[in-house]
Nanobody, 123 residues
């Protein structure tokens, strides 16, 4: 089991940047697990944002955020960062960090989830 805590959300204006952080604990770094980011806006389905492999070398992005968001993993601290640039109002959602075996876009493939952090982007 992995405990996940997201942080870094907030209220910003369109075009601004935020950096989300996911801190994972309860699992050794030597174990192979992926960390992914998902988001969910009110009335919307859960949406894949980005994911990184256990090594931190392989990253995957949804088309909607590609080129604007950058995901990195710090293996030594079991921490991942999601740098979000050029934020748009449609990025407004609760952002969740999740741990799973593979960095897949399907949320059902992840085993452990954080509580989420709110990101609100005003026009």
């Amino acid at each position: 089991q992995v405990q996940l805590v997201e942080s870094g959300g907030g209220l910003v204006q369109a075009g601004d940047s935020l950096r989300l952080t996911c801190d994972a604990s309860g699992r050794a770094r030597v174990e192979h697990y992926a960390l992914g980011w998902f988001r969910q806006a009110p009335g919307q389905e859960r949406e894949f944002v980005a994911a990184v492999s256990w090594s931190g070398s392989n990253t995957y992005y949804a088309d909607s955020v590609k080129g604007r968001f950058t995901l990195s993993r710090e293996k030594a601290r079991n921490t991942v960062h999601l740098q979000m640039n050029s934020l748009k109002p449609e990025d407004t959602a609760v952002y969740y960090c999740a741990a799973g075996v593979q960095p897949r876009p399907d949320w059902r493939r992840y085993d452990d989830w954080g509580q989420g952090t709110q990101v609100t982007v005003s026009s």
